[in-house]
């Protein structure tokens, strides 16, 4: 075997990415462009609501800019304590724990509740923060096809291991299809598996006022299943959590690692979700409103009606999803463009995410700038 530098191994990595079309790059965006946003999840358009932002100014001027340390030692404030109960009771949860972000939130939960003594199931097309908390675990994963319960039920009832988790996301984050949520449990229950749900993508857009796809589901109370959302979406903030038993929690506050040895999330971060989650609980047409705007958008784009608020608009070649995209933003409006290794290989699309503020004027215009930009691509 021939030995390689790393830098000439880094310089065939690039070559090769660039050959593919899969080159990547950091653009930042301006505070006062006029670009309408539909690359972003901010599904609620509370990033940008005053009263958010007044409750993150204000947690900044109480308690820091940062948490200074992880929240077993510095980093739980009042703010954090609230937003752990106000979480747990708005999604219909014995208890819930914070984390910095979504990312720590799901591996946390895998890496706690899985060893070397337990079979994941996981769905194909489940989220890299799922995918690699299953990697990290030490168990042995079974990766099965997309939204196939029969397969999971197969996979469940073969296994060796005493303990067994299913995990899949609730809204899917490229395609915005929802899980199975009702089946899967029914399979966990007869196999004695516990259920794991990333409601990332659903938490503020589907369900009961917006509390997911669990809830819809009517399994929020359910003991064997754990839910993981993201405050960095709907609720316009920053960080993750978990929504489980209690059990479960205190499981967690002793055994995940990205909780125990993680800064906690910043004080503004806690004040801001806090303020957003009230809003969502005292306004409960805006699940709504995101939802009507993804299917009018889908409907204007001729693409599936979606189930949540995601619009799914497939290229193909990722050198046409760049284009387009571009294009896109050259007449104002971003979008997002989903490639290998994000979905599979053909799979490259536009990813529009819908907003409950957006106008009938918004709507109009993205369908005629994204409809134009894909035509000129192709």
């Not at 703010?79 to 949860?93: K, M």
């Not at 060893?115 to 199931?121: F, K, N, P």
């Not at 690699?132 to 397969?151: F, I, K, M, Q, Y």
């Not at 055994?255 to 971060?269: K, M, N």
Request: glycine share 8%; aromatic share 2%; proline share 4%.
């Amino acid at each position: 075997m021939t030995n390689e530098s790393s830098t000439t191994w880094l310089d065939r990595q690039a070559a090769s990415r660039a050959a593919r079309g899969l080159r990547r790059q950091v653009l930042p965006r301006a505070a006062d462009d006029n670009a309408l946003d539909l690359a972003g999840n901010d599904y609620l358009g509370l990033s940008r609501d005053a009263r958010v932002i007044a409750g993150a100014v204000a947690a900044a001027q109480q308690w820091g800019t940062g948490s200074t340390g992880s929240r077993l030692v510095t980093g739980t404030t009042q703010l954090h304590a609230d937003l752990d109960n106000e979480l747990a009771a708005f999604c219909g949860s014995e208890a819930a724990l914070v984390f910095a972000t979504g990312y720590a939130a799901n591996l946390g939960v895998l890496t706690a509740l899985a060893d070397a003594g337990t079979l994941i199931v996981s769905d194909e097309l489940n989220h890299a923060s799922l995918i690699d908390g299953c990697r990290l675990s030490r168990a042995r994963v079974v990766v099965t096809p997309h939204r196939d319960v029969a397969a999971v039920a197969d996979a469940l009832s073969k296994r060796a291991e005493p303990r067994a988790l299913v995990v899949t996301d609730a809204v899917f984050s490229v395609g915005g299809d929802v899980a199975p949520i009702a089946q899967l449990h029914e399979a966990c229950v007869q196999h004695d598996a516990l259920l794991v749900v990333d409601e990332a993508h659903s938490l503020g857009v589907t369900g009961p006022g917006g509390r997911g796809v669990v809830a819809a589901a009517q399994r929020a109370h359910a003991p064997d299943i754990v839910r993981t959302v993201t405050l960095s979406k709907s609720l316009g903030a920053q960080g993750g959590g978990v929504l489980a038993s209690a059990a479960v929690v205190e499981h967690l506050v002793h055994t995940a690692r990205t909780f125990i040895f993680d800064t906690g999330l910043a004080p503004s971060s806690a004040g801001a979700a806090l303020v957003a989650l009230r809003v969502l609980a005292a306004t409960p047409m805006l699940p709504e409103a995101a939802r009507a705007n993804a299917v009018r958008l889908a409907r204007g784009l001729d693409a599936a009606v979606p189930d949540a608020a995601i619009v799914n608009l497939p290229v193909g070649d990722p050198t046409l999803a760049v284009a387009a995209t571009q294009r896109c933003a050259h007449d104002g409006v971003r979008v997002g463009c989903f490639r290998p290794p994000s979905v599979p290989e053909g799979g490259s699309a536009l990813r529009i995410a819908a907003r409950a503020d957006l106008t009938d004027a918004h709507i109009d215009r993205a369908v005629d700038v994204i409809g134009r930009a894909v035509v000129a691509a192709a």
